[in-house]
């Protein structure tokens, strides 16, 4: 029903970038910009300003985008309302998410959700925490599922659980037998991190700090795949939440130690989404399956955790 310009336009405004948007979009370069070319000479001014490094919004631009936002969100909640009044849910429903998610908790939902909803799909993205709330104001995501420490107020918690913050080593590691760990004994041993996730390790620096006690960083990474063979082999101690090392939890290979003393105990894993924009029935009903299934997760990962 919409011309392809609008969602042309949301993906250079996105990235930035004609060829970024054209990967995105799969559609050739030449046409990405003979559209925005197209809708400037129609609205008789420029939308971007060109720069070496990319493209940024013009006032004008500003303007347009905030209209190509609305009206493509507009026609995914009418799309969705069609579907209703068939009995049927359908829509695309975009969602950011915590990295670890998608190791065995998101395939696993989306298996089971297709199944029941197959005119439901999704466009999943891993992003860091401070991300998913600039995606949800920004309108490039519907869903976020992050940790819930210092929301903003135009994002709503829907559901929330505990997932604490703990030692993860392997499960022939010195520290693996015991029923907790502070950080100061974990400062022992070489330390694994992920670069990305900037407020934990940020918690982890300052409490470390007040313990006077300085860590060796054997090495950081945005990949959390990347430290498990690292955990596996006994070559130092991570700090992860239990959410994507289920399998290794259940068959001994990765031990999961609380942190005693520590603020991050206390950390929840929440579903969000924009407080002020309506919700597609579609992406309502996502949230509902994802509530439901991120609790069934939390009680599987808490009964192995108390074996």
């Known amino acids: 029903m919409h011309a392809n310009i609008l969602r042309y336009f949301t993906e250079v405004a996105r990235y930035g970038s004609i060829r970024r948007a054209s990967e995105e979009l799969h559609v050739a370069t030449s046409a990405v910009s003979r559209q925005i070319k197209k809708l400037e000479d129609e609205l008789g001014t420029p939308l971007f300003e060109r720069f070496s490094n990319g493209l940024r919004l013009t006032p004008s631009?500003?303007?347009?985008?905030?209209?190509?936002?609305?009206?493509?969100?507009q026609f995914e909640i009418m799309r969705s309302d069609i579907g209703d009044l068939k009995g049927k849910s359908i829509g695309r429903v975009h969602i950011a998410m915590l990295d670890s998610l998608s190791i065995q908790f998101m395939?696993?939902?989306?298996?089971?959700?297709?199944?029941?909803?197959?005119?439901?799909?999704?466009?999943i993205r891993n992003d860091s925490y401070t991300n998913?709330?600039?995606?949800?104001?920004?309108?490039?995501?519907?869903?976020?599922?992050?940790?819930?420490?210092s929301r903003p107020h135009d994002i709503r918690l829907v559901s929330g659980i505990h997932m604490p913050l703990m030692a993860?080593?392997?499960?022939?590691?010195?520290?693996?037998?015991?029923?907790?760990?502070?950080?100061?004994?974990?400062?022992?041993f070489n330390l694994l991190l992920q670069l990305d996730n900037e407020v934990i390790s940020s918690m982890i620096?300052?409490?470390?700090?007040?313990?006077n006690k300085f860590a060796r960083t054997m090495v950081a990474t945005n990949n959390q795949m990347m430290l498990k063979p690292l955990i596996m082999a006994g070559e130092g101690v991570a700090f992860f939440t239990p959410l994507g090392l289920v399998r290794e939890l259940e068959s001994g290979e990765i031990a999961a130690i609380p942190l005693a003393g520590s603020q991050l105990q206390?950390?929840?894993?929440?579903?969000?989404?924009?407080?002020?924009?309506k919700l597609t029935r579609a992406t309502e009903v996502v949230v509902e399956a994802l509530v439901s299934d991120l609790q069934r997760f939390e009680e599987k990962i808490r009964s192995i955790l108390d074996r």
């Open 205 to 211: 620096a300052v409490e470390l700090a007040a313990l």
């Open 61 to 73: 631009g500003e303007i347009v985008l905030r209209h190509a936002v609305g009206t493509l969100q």
């Open 132 to 149: 998913i709330f600039r995606l949800l104001n920004d309108g490039d995501v519907d869903v976020g599922i992050t940790f819930d420490l």
């Open 266 to 277: 206390n950390l929840q894993v929440g579903i969000v989404v924009p407080r002020y924009r």
């Open 107 to 123: 395939p696993d939902f989306v298996m089971g959700f297709h199944r029941k909803h197959p005119g439901v799909d999704f466009r």
């Open 168 to 188: 993860i080593v392997a499960g022939s590691h010195p520290l693996a037998r015991q029923k907790s760990v502070t950080l100061q004994e974990c400062a022992q």
